[in-house]
């Protein structure tokens, strides 16, 4: 009988002669972006050029390459250049008409004029540990993760580790959570291993509500069986045997991945009973999330798929004392499940070595606004904001000038251009007043006001507050109210002031982080922006030029 | 006495139901089989009105105003039956700082009604969501089931003079 890591060697020796006897690999883009740009005409157009024409290539729909802003995007990895990523050739703004061209260009030189150069400091700065596999593997097909040295971690950890060792592993290697507070990952799995009682928990937090985020989504749409090999090892260092993934329901292309990842390991035996022929098993279900940014708080995320209303409750305990049902739960999100098969099967010792002395590793981050380059991009830790803005993003459009950079959603804060410079690490951004969040990082120019910005997120705080706590509920309503007032110039100074006191209470005595982290947006362009809301007071004018203070007044006024 | 597990009966013979039945049967009419549940009967009849959840709870065992609360908590839940088409816009911050208030307000003048709300003669449905994840093409509308990128005020006139126009 074949072992199942036998079983692995089996698969990935033929996908590799498949891919061999294919030729050429041309990858299509069929993230949500791209395909929202049309890829699957192209993908399908290129099909059929190539059936036509005979040409010796297979084309494939991948996940997200990362630069969308110039999508619909597609590679062309050649025979002869086995896997090597730098050599294959990039192609953006590919339409269906181009595919004849592309398929004749195959054997010849590139075509120019669909020619991305791989030596723009948008993929030449990057770090790929995440992302490695997204845009190069058909993320519906778990033959190909397996072949890219996929479950290989798993089956090394289930067959030569004991779940202590794997803590100790994730501990060494300083992997924090990636979903936004940097909580030592070691240190969570430790608890929840060391906490008696059965049956135990693994949850993913994949409801990435925060608005200007979509590393989770890419992921999970690119490279889906990683976030599993990440689960089910995390599930075998703190011994649970049932799973939830919770998902946004937003997402349902990244459900329709998930769900034939999750169907496809078990058919392999990686998940259900004694996974691999060992005693370890797991089953792992997709929870539906049902439009809640809050159920991103664990408590309420853990409400939420025991079926009720999702409001949080006070800590402690924690979920990995008593989490879902009671039980001991592990909750870590997509992003940092993703890190953990690289972490182990590369050591901790290679992790630690990327990023800064306290924060280890890469980070994944969603770049847009107003930012030449958009997309997906992953950097090591400690990378500057101006290197990521101006280098990576190539900056903002010509005739405008940039003016902050926002992290951490509603959660976090702006930061000005004269703070470029520091390094992006937890710590140096929660004290220049944003947070790391989960990833998304929205430039904005001259023209957005940053009043305008303060009162967009307090809305959205507003609106999405589950309104269990008065602070929260009653306070973000009030901070809406003086927002708009001001940018409708009609506020006075004491109405500021009330604006400031209103910001530290409910910051101070709030359940949640959505409550206690509502205020940030205002205060940190307070701390860098207050001149434009002196303008807006004194002057009953919006610098940007985006309220229209004197049309408020007259309304006010009539 | 022991509580006799009856079930409640099914609303109507609309062969919906079963399917509704079905995500409780697979979740072995566990009380937390509650958003499952509801989302599989929006997904058939397009929202939630009072009988369907009134029998979801009947057939959980849970209160009404339990399954009520749920129901009206989360923001996919729809209430009312939506409109034959449907105009998302994305308010997200990225679509947000790229102009998609302006979007927004020109749907909303355009049919005459607001953000969450039907036309009065039920032809479309205007919605406003948070982030679909599709930030590099802000700002980002989707007409049905379709996304649209780089959305245009033009573009977003024509779709909906498409529809509202016979």
């Keep these: 009988m074949t072992t199942l890591t036998e079983e692995l060697d089996q698969i990935t020796a033929k996908v590799q002669q498949e891919q061999q006897a294919a030729g050429d690999r041309i990858n299509v883009c069929v993230a949500a972006g791209c395909l929202s740009l049309h890829s699957d005409a192209v993908q399908r157009a290129l099909e059929e050029e190539a059936k036509k024409t005979g040409a010796r290539c297979a084309v494939r729909g991948v ?95 289930l067959n030569e580790m004991t779940p202590a060792e794997v803590v100790q592993e994730i501990s060494a290697s300083g992997l924090r959570g990636r979903g936004g507070a940097g909580y030592p990952t070691g240190l969570k799995w430790a ?21 200007g985020a979509f590393m989770d989504r890419s992921v999970l749409e690119g490279d889906p069986h990683r976030v599993l090999e990440g689960m089910i090892l995390a599930a075998y260092a703190v011994g649970a045997s049932q799973g939830y993934i919770y998902l946004r329901a937003e997402y349902p292309l990244a459900v329709k991945r998930l769900g034939i990842a ?47 209303r999702g409001t949080p409750h006070p800590r402690p305990p924690y979920p990995a004392e008593s989490g879902l049902w009671g039980s001991p739960t592990l909750i870590n999100n997509v992003e940092t499940y993703a890190n953990v098969p690289p972490i182990l099967q590369r050591g901790s010792a290679w992790y630690a070595a990327l990023g800064t002395a306290k924060s280890k590793g890469t980070k994944v981050f969603a770049l847009s606004g107003k930012v030449r380059h958009t997309g997906l991009i992953e950097v090591p830790m400690g990378m500057t904001l101006r290197e990521i803005i101006f280098d990576i993003g190539g900056g903002v459009a010509e005739g405008h000038t940039f003016k902050a950079v926002q992290t951490g959603g509603p959660s976090g804060g702006c930061i000005p251009e004269s703070l470029l410079d520091i390094p992006v690490d937890y710590d140096s951004l929660t004290q220049a007043g944003s947070i790391m969040g989960s ?61 400031i006191r209103l910001c530290e209470m409910v910051g101070a005595t709030s359940l949640c982080g959505l409550g206690q982290t509502a205020p940030n947006p205002v205060l940190s362009t307070l701390r860098y922006f207050k001149h434009e809301y002196l303008a807006h007071i004194e002057d009953k004018h919006c610098p940007a030029g985006v309220c229209d203070c004197a049309a408020s007044i007259a309304e006010v006024a009539r | 006495m022991m509580a006799t597990l009856t079930r409640p009966q099914l609303p109507s013979t609309d062969k919906r139901w079963m399917i509704v039945q079905g995500t409780m049967r697979k979740h072995g009419y566990s009380r937390n089989a509650l958003i499952e549940t509801l989302h599989t009967v929006q997904q058939s009849f397009g929202f939630l009105d009072k009988d369907a959840i009134r029998f979801v709870a009947a057939s959980l065992q849970i209160p009404p105003s339990q399954a009520y609360g749920v129901a009206t908590f989360y923001h996919l839940f729809q209430l009312r039956p939506p409109g034959r088409h ?18 927004m307000g020109h749907a909303e003048k355009q049919l005459g009604i607001q953000a969450g709300e039907t036309t009065p003669d039920g032809e479309v449905s205007l919605l406003a969501v948070r982030c679909v994840g599709s930030c590099s093409f802000a700002p980002v509308s989707i007409f049905d089931e379709q996304i649209h990128s780089y959305s245009k005020v033009e573009a977003l006139d024509a779709q909906l003079k498409a529809w509202t126009q016979p």
């Design chain 1, 439 to 499: 990833g998304g990082m929205i430039v904005m120019d001259d023209s957005s006001c940053m009043v305008n910005v303060a009162r967009f997120f307090m809305e959205f705080c507003m609106s999405e507050s589950c309104g269990k706590c008065i602070p929260c509920r009653a306070g973000t309503a009030q901070m809406y109210g003086l927002l708009t007032r001001i940018t409708e110039g009609t506020a006075t100074h004491r109405e500021l002031d009330l604006l």
């Design chain 2, 86 to 103: 449907t105009c998302q816009i994305c308010l997200g911050t990225a679509c947000y700082i790229n102009g998609a208030e302006r979007l």
């Design chain 1, 262 to 308: 999750i169907r496809e390991a078990k058919r392999m035996g990686l998940l259900g009973n004694d996974i691999g022929g060992t005693r370890m098993s797991l089953n792992l279900e997709i929870r539906l999330g049902a439009g809640a940014f809050v159920c991103g708080e664990e408590t309420a995320l853990i409400a939420s798929i025991e079926g009720h």
């Design chain 1, 63 to 157: 996940g997200c390459m990362g630069l969308c802003s110039a999508g619909p995007v597609v590679s062309h990895e050649s025979a002869a250049s086995n896997s090597d990523e730098q050599a294959a050739r990039l192609y953006g703004g590919v339409q269906s008409e181009h595919a004849p061209q592309l398929i004749a260009s195959l054997q010849g030189e590139p075509v120019t004029k669909l020619a991305i150069s791989r030596q723009l400091p948008f993929f030449t700065r990057q770090t790929k540990v995440v992302l490695e596999n997204s845009g190069r593997i058909n993320p519906e097909s778990i033959d190909e993760y397996i072949a890219t040295g996929g479950y290989r971690a798993l089956m090394h950890a």
């Design chain 1, 191 to 211: 608890t929840v291993a060391r906490v008696a009682g059965a049956p135990k928990y693994v949850i993913c937090n994949a409801d990435e509500g925060d608005p």
